[in-house]
């Protein structure tokens, strides 16, 4: 499977952004696809993921702020951002994996297919 993601920029405090990551081919529900965000300096974090195409995961700094979303005719799952903070200023990538597990979701290493990530930069 191959990622393409696209959608980042330049937005001020309190704006929007909606990311798209386009699939190569049909995921369906085998697949989770998620979002990981990497800052200067600082490890990749996770984000958020559409579990097995059904229950969606956010982390805890991004509920009731991002929305994760699926166009299954277009194999593209979406990251709508909004009330951005300046701390979510990172490069994003969307990534796959077919073997997540509840407990493992949240962990980068679990997910084999990944995006080319996109910058978000949010100005205060």
């Known amino acids: 499977v191959q990622l393409q993601a696209s959608g980042g920029g330049l937005v001020q405090a309190g704006g929007s952004l909606r990311l798209s990551c386009t699939a190569s081919e049909r995921t369906g529900n085998n697949y989770s696809l998620g979002w990981f965000r990497q800052a200067p300096g600082k490890e990749h974090e996770f984000v958020g993921t559409?579990?097995?195409?059904?229950?969606?995961y956010y982390e805890d700094s991004v509920k009731g702020r991002f929305t994760i979303s699926r166009d299954n005719a277009k194999n593209t799952v979406y990251l709508q951002m909004n009330n951005l903070r300046p701390e979510d200023t990172a490069v994003y990538y969307c990534a796959a994996s077919a073997r997540l597990t509840i407990t493992t979701l949240r962990l980068k290493n679990f997910y084999d297919y990944w995006g080319q990530g996109t910058q978000v930069t949010v100005s205060s």
């Open positions: 559409m579990f097995r195409g059904q229950r969606i």
